[in-house]
């Protein structure tokens, strides 16, 4: 005969000290069963074994056991109901019934940060083995806690490989997500990049303007003046009605690299629309702008075609003028569309620079 703790106190009780009576007598605590089914349900020996070692504790259902990351003192072996263990980071909870166990690293291991938080899934009766009652099974039962020891270390191995598993799908399957957001990030930004980029020429379009205005402190030069010159290609319906619009796309793209060379990096040339254009230049002074404005005209006004164009002589008129810091836009535009008209007015290929208002 041998003696050990007793249900649910530390009373000590007599039992059989021969492995067969001692699974007999687990015939009157809980349904026999043969071999275990689940991971980890316990075998009938082993379940009389935890049972008898501690105290019965009765939960409701929805009341926390532990939480995850606390450090862990005892095991519980589960008598009836059900315990839901919720490992967080994504992972599916598990659920635990009759003559299972959970929370043994706290005794194999000692001062254990619980892996998952543990709640009553519904009302249960469970046996709470703590650290003595533990060390007490190690000498009166050596055999049977380390059968019970060595399963659920397999167990527990087992379940590792199989977390290792499943972080190393999702990993690859986050590889693959953030792969896919590469791709949308770089389409969005192409899209981006198109909708304010003029088709033909590569210059900014309208679209690209106005928004390059709204964020225009961030693109300013220290110790600059801002001027905007408007460029209209002259005479361009008469290219178009004699080369073809083919044609007049091989002038515009020309016309549009022209204002591109002149323009520094802090500055802004676009095509606003047809045969018109824009140059938003920062200038170190005034003088400086009537420059820009006759290099650009000299520029177009050299430029060679090949055939059928070979013989066109293209030529602007430009419109410029300073641009207030106390205006905006229409302001800006209005007055360098006046100095352009000017410009037109006398027989174009050529500039006038307006007054600043």
Same mark, same amino acid.
């Given at each position: 005969?041998?003696?050990?703790?007793?249900?649910?106190?530390?009373?000590?009780?007599?039992?059989?000290?021969?492995?067969? %009576? $001692? /699974?007999? *007598?687990?015939?009157?605590?809980?349904? @026999? !069963?043969?071999?275990?089914?689940?991971?980890?349900? =316990?075998?009938?020996?082993?379940?009389?074994?935890?049972?008898?070692?501690?105290?019965?504790?009765?939960?409701?259902?929805?009341?926390?056991?532990?939480?995850?990351?606390?450090?862990?003192?005892?095991?519980?072996?589960?008598?009836?109901?059900?315990?839901?263990?919720?490992?967080?980071?994504?992972?599916?909870?598990?659920?635990?019934?009759?003559?299972?166990?959970?929370?043994?690293?706290?005794?194999?291991?000692?001062?254990?940060?619980?892996? %998952? $938080? /543990?709640? *009553?899934?519904?009302?249960?009766?469970? @046996? !709470?083995?703590?650290?003595?009652?533990?060390?007490? =099974?190690?000498?009166?039962?050596?055999?049977?806690?380390?059968?019970?020891?060595?399963?659920?270390?397999?167990?527990?191995?087992?379940?590792?490989?199989?977390?290792?598993?499943?972080?190393?799908?999702?990993?690859?399957?986050?590889?693959?997500?953030?792969?896919?957001?590469?791709?949308?990030?770089?389409?969005?930004?192409?899209?981006?990049?198109?909708?304010?980029?003029?088709?033909?020429?590569?210059?900014?379009?309208?679209?690209?303007?106005?928004?390059?205005?709204?964020?225009?402190?961030?693109?300013?030069?220290?110790?600059?003046?801002?001027?905007?010159?408007?460029?209209?290609?002259?005479?361009?319906?008469?290219?178009?009605?004699?080369?073809?619009?083919?044609?007049?796309?091989?002038?515009?793209?020309?016309?549009?690299?022209?204002?591109?060379?002149?323009?520094?990096?802090?500055?802004?040339?676009?095509?606003?629309?047809?045969?018109?254009?824009?140059?938003?230049?920062?200038?170190?002074?005034?003088?400086?702008?009537?420059?820009?404005?006759?290099?650009?005209?000299?520029?177009?006004?050299?430029?060679?075609?090949?055939?059928?164009?070979?013989?066109?002589?293209?030529?602007?008129?430009?419109?410029?003028?300073?641009?207030?810091?106390?205006?905006?836009?229409?302001?800006?535009?209005?007055?360098?569309?006046?100095?352009?008209?000017?410009?037109?007015?006398?027989?174009?290929?050529?500039?006038?620079?307006?007054?600043?208002?």
């Amino acid at each position: 005969m041998r003696r050990f703790l007793g249900e649910g106190n530390t009373d000590v009780s007599t039992v059989p000290t021969d492995a067969a %009576a $001692g /699974a007999a *007598a687990a015939v009157n605590l809980a349904p @026999r !069963v043969q071999a275990p089914h689940l991971p980890r349900q =316990l075998s009938d020996a082993e379940f009389v074994m935890l049972r008898g070692a501690g105290p019965a504790r009765r939960c409701a259902a929805g009341e926390v056991l532990f939480r995850k990351g606390e450090i862990g003192h005892n095991m519980f072996v589960i008598e009836s109901g059900h315990v839901r263990l919720d490992f967080g980071d994504g992972l599916p909870s598990k659920i635990l019934g009759p003559r299972e166990y959970f929370g043994e690293l706290a005794l194999f291991i000692g001062n254990h940060a619980r892996v %998952a $938080g /543990a709640v *009553a899934h519904s009302a249960a009766s469970l @046996r !709470v083995v703590d650290y003595p009652a533990y060390d007490h =099974l190690l000498e009166n039962e050596p055999a049977l806690l380390a059968q019970f020891m060595r399963r659920s270390f397999a167990y527990l191995v087992a379940s590792e490989q199989q977390l290792i598993a499943s972080l190393k799908r999702r990993n690859e399957d986050l590889l693959v997500t953030l792969d896919s957001l590469r791709q949308t990030q770089s389409q969005l930004s192409t899209a981006n990049r198109l909708v304010r980029t003029d088709e033909l020429t590569g210059l900014v379009n309208r679209r690209g303007l106005y928004e390059h205005l709204e964020h225009l402190a961030q693109f300013r030069v220290a110790g600059t003046h801002l001027a905007l010159l408007l460029i209209d290609l002259d005479h361009f319906k008469a290219i178009n009605d004699e080369f073809g619009h083919l044609g007049g796309d091989q002038v515009l793209c020309a016309v549009a690299a022209e204002v591109n060379r002149a323009a520094a990096p802090c500055d802004l040339p676009c095509r606003l629309g047809g045969d018109e254009f824009a140059l938003l230049a920062q200038l170190g002074d005034a003088a400086e702008l009537e420059a820009l404005a006759a290099r650009i005209v000299s520029g177009i006004r050299a430029l060679h075609f090949a055939e059928p164009l070979e013989n066109l002589s293209a030529s602007v008129s430009i419109g410029a003028g300073p641009c207030a810091d106390n205006a905006d836009w229409s302001v800006w535009y209005s007055q360098a569309d006046r100095a352009l008209y000017q410009a037109k007015g006398q027989g174009g290929n050529r500039w006038s620079v307006a007054v600043a208002e």
